[in-house]
């Protein structure tokens, strides 16, 4: 499975955008860019996902570089509430693994009033 | 719809005792993966359950097991508790969108081996 690289922890300020990067050099044309989130105490959450094109849903917004050797998660306006670890992950739809997610650390995003 | 629920939240178990985790889906959803979250390793896949066969398996000691019955519940079992299977156990059910898949994961079960 392609790895992805992300950074340990981020913070950002309550109301202003967050861009979380995620590195992925080794991806092939067939994974499909993922991002959970984990809040405290919870389960991790389905926040976005896409293949080549950027991606708009109510939580958040995926940019995928054009080599999609990289992407970054948008938050548009940072709350409290968005504190977590975020995951980025590739899935292989060429694969069977379709049930298995590979977890890395994650990046702890940091809220602050 | 219900979300993923699990059962019980809460466990403490002795060591060399066995435990089994419970895992109802979201309705419709036909997979169901559990995964074992401690500090030192995170988020590990254990196994995934599809049409009551497993069909991917992490790579755990076959102390881990699990099954799924007809109507997509699903059950782990852990059988000769070690301390070091103290961990947050996660289940989650899959859903397919386009060429892909999305993961609703539950609550979780907090086992403390003791």
């Known amino acids: 499975d392609a790895k992805t690289t992300q950074p340990n922890s981020m913070e950002s300020n309550e109301e202003e955008p967050v861009h979380l990067p995620c590195n992925h050099s080794?991806?092939?044309?067939?994974?499909?860019i993922h991002w959970y989130r984990q809040l405290p105490s919870q389960g991790p959450e389905y926040v976005i996902h896409?293949?080549?094109s950027n991606v708009n849903n109510r939580m958040a917004s995926l940019a995928i570089a054009e080599d999609r050797k990289s992407s970054t998660l948008i938050l548009h306006r940072a709350t409290l509430r968005d504190a977590a670890v975020y995951y980025c992950i590739l899935r292989d739809v060429s694969s069977s693994n379709t049930g298995k997610l590979i977890f890395g650390q994650g990046t702890t995003l940091q809220v602050k009033p | 719809k219900a979300g993923v629920t699990q059962t019980p939240r809460y466990l403490i178990k002795t060591r060399g005792q066995q435990v089994t985790l419970s895992c109802s889906p979201i309705?419709?959803?036909?997979?169901v993966s559990w995964y074992q979250q401690t500090p030192g390793q995170g988020l590990q896949f254990l196994f995934e359950y599809f049409s009551e066969t497993q069909r991917n398996k992490g790579n755990f000691p076959g102390r881990f097991s699990g099954r799924q019955f007809s109507n997509s519940r699903s059950e782990m079992n852990v059988s000769t508790l070690e301390l070091g299977d103290s961990a947050l156990y996660l289940c989650?059910?899959?859903?397919?969108?386009?060429?892909?898949?999305?993961?609703?994961f539950g609550p979780g079960t907090r086992l403390t081996v003791t």
């Open positions: 896409g293949l080549t």
């Open positions: 989650a059910s899959s859903v397919r969108t386009g060429p892909s898949y999305e993961q609703y």
């Open positions: 080794t991806i092939s044309g067939t994974d499909y």
């Open positions: 309705s419709g959803h036909r997979s």
